[in-house]
């Protein structure tokens, strides 16, 4: 016990560590300490804000469903691009090289400044035809079209909070990631009901509410990260005056990489989009019951990623220091961890799904679609363990394109006709779309298990 305490205490400092020399057990726990406690946060902050928005009403479930159907392409592109720096500064850190790696940071972070300001003021002006077109009623418009409009008008925070946190975690500084998203997503769980409910001095603003807390609460995580990239002594990257320089190679480069990354996480987003749409013609009621299940599926599914990104981390650096035998142990290690992990949560879901949902609401018919969600999709977890640490292992190698093709596949080849076919054509409704996702997620983690044991992605530069 005091040996473990010892670890947790060095995984959650500051200090600097070569994750390219560390024994590997070593290594992949004192990343993903940090890393899953950064994922865990997240998660709170999933299930909180739902939880406080469903306490305003169904329809106000459905316009925050709605709109997080939208926003995940941008946050998508986001993700993407934070794939690309993760990868690229890995590498640099494993060539022990951290002025080329401070010096990436800085391009990333031009592009991730074009990207949040285009695609900003895009959704901000567009806030009411989007909710139009992915089929809300005008009842749900006029409760949500402002959570919608904030949403989208401050989503440039939302692209650099994901974005630093890329960058540090490449340069394996996951501590500062981990704590940048327990100050956002902390605060942002704090000032929910405050501002959803107008407690106190503070407003009544509804739904609006909660995207004013999601703004603020990680407006101010991403001042602390930049702290740490301007300021702070703590760390591998530090910008400085000569890295700021546009250099249109590296962002060639990472354009390419971030761009198949976004193509990765779009593809799946777009998915879901469909999926949406399907359930929101179907049965009345069914997409909130079906929005507060995915919201508890990221609550367990987030420190997997957390476990995933520990993986990547661990393939980047190590294909930089030369070692690609080490690398594919840190990603089969991770996944093995990964699967004993959601096949206990699986299990737990599968069986008190009805006491989960019915935490967050008590209207019967939200809460029979929610269970039945929970417990359909649930059957996917074990292969989906697999499937997810694979993938970012590709992503931390900087091969971005391999994951995207089989996204492509599963995702607009498997889940999107399938879920059509299955709910609509059956007529089997929520029902069949869950289906159609767990077929296609265990088809997914097959596929990458097939492709990565080639092990084409050692050979990829970056």
Not at 206 to 219: F, I, K, L
Not at 323 to 329: C, G, I, N, S, V
Request: proline letters at 3%.
């Amino acid at each position: 016990m005091r040996k473990f305490f010892q670890l947790l205490r060095e995984a959650l400092s500051s200090e600097e560590k070569d994750f390219t020399k560390e024994r590997l057990n070593r290594a992949l726990v004192l990343l993903s300490i940090p890393m899953v406690l950064e994922m865990v946060m997240e998660s709170l902050f999933a299930v909180g804000d739902i939880y406080f928005v469903s306490r305003i009403s169904v329809k106000a479930v459905d316009a925050v469903g709605l709109t997080e159907g939208v926003l995940t392409i941008i946050y998508s592109a986001a993700m993407g691009l934070s794939m690309a720096a993760t990868a690229m500064i890995a590498r640099r850190i494993g060539e022990k090289q951290p002025e080329k790696a401070s010096h990436a940071a800085v391009q990333a972070i031009w592009i991730g400044l074009g990207l949040g300001i285009t695609l900003g003021v895009s959704g901000f002006l567009l806030a009411e035809d989007i909710l139009r077109l992915m089929g809300a009623t005008p009842e749900v418009i006029e409760e949500g079209v402002g959570y919608t409009r904030i949403m989208f008008g401050s989503n440039i925070v939302i692209v650099f909070l994901f974005l630093f946190n890329g960058i540090f975690r490449g340069a394996g500084d996951a501590v500062i990631a981990m704590r940048t998203l327990w100050i956002a997503n902390g605060l942002n769980i704090l000032l929910d009901p405050l501002l959803i409910f107008g407690i106190g001095p503070f407003p009544e603003l509804g739904v609006a509410g909660a995207a004013v807390a999601t703004c603020t609460g990680r407006g101010i995580g991403v001042l602390y990260q930049l702290y740490h990239l301007l300021i702070g002594k703590k760390g591998m990257i530090h910008i400085k005056r000569q890295h700021r320089k546009l250099d249109w190679d590296i962002i060639r480069r990472l354009g390419k990489v971030g761009a198949t990354g976004a193509g990765q996480m779009v593809i799946p987003s777009i998915s879901w989009i469909f999926l949406m749409r399907i359930i929101a013609f179907s049965v009345e009621d069914a997409l909130a019951g079906y929005v507060l299940a995915i919201r508890v599926i990221i609550f367990t599914i987030l420190p997997s990623w957390g476990l995933s990104n520990a993986a990547a981390t661990l393939v980047g650096q190590n294909l930089g220091a030369g070692l690609p035998d080490r690398a594919e142990k840190a990603t089969w290690r991770a996944g093995l961890i990964n699967m004993v992990f959601l096949l206990i949560v699986s299990i737990i879901f599968f069986t008190l799904s009805r006491q989960v949902i019915g935490i967050f609401t008590s209207d019967p018919e939200v809460i029979e679609a929610g269970v039945l969600s929970l417990r359909i999709i649930c059957v996917g977890y074990i292969f989906f363990a697999y499937g997810m640490v694979v993938s970012q292992a590709f992503n931390g190698a900087g091969d971005t394109r391999t994951p995207t093709l089989i996204n492509l596949f599963c995702f607009w080849g498997m889940e999107i006709p399938l879920g059509y076919f299955m709910g609509v054509t059956l007529g089997m409704g929520l029902v069949g779309v869950c289906w159609a996702v767990a077929i296609s997620e265990t088809a997914l983690a097959i596929i990458a298990i097939v492709i990565f044991r080639k092990g084409h992605w050692k050979k990829v530069s970056i």
